[in-house]
């Protein structure tokens, strides 16, 4: 059985939302939200996703399962992957946040 990744549909979904919202009100109006730039709008979503993608990762693990099927070494690869992962990410993020362009 092949099981389809929900966050996909959450991702759909968000785009479709902010998609529908920025179509009703228009350039001229959502403009005048970005007075300032992006950056301060975008605070206080920044703190909340972050929250959320490691409370995301904690609820998709299965830790019974894994202790089952004896996964040490394979948990450790996650865990050493996850860390590269959260600093890329942290990288990227404070660049992006600091007004680093991005390349091209």
Known sequence: M????KFVLGYLATWLILWGVGFAVGAAVASKFMIGGITP??????????ALTFMSIG??????????????RMVAAYVVSLIIIILIA?????AFFTG?????
Not at 2 to 5: G, T
Not at 59 to 72: N, P, S, V
Not at 100 to 104: A, F
């Open 2 to 5: 092949v099981r389809f990744p």
């Open 59 to 72: 609820l998709t693990t299965r830790f019974k399962t894994l202790a089952e099927i004896r996964a040490g």
């Open 90 to 94: 942290l990288g990227l993020s404070i």
């Open 41 to 50: 709008q975008t605070e206080l979503f920044r703190y909340f996703f972050f």
């Open 100 to 104: 680093l362009p991005p390349p091209g």
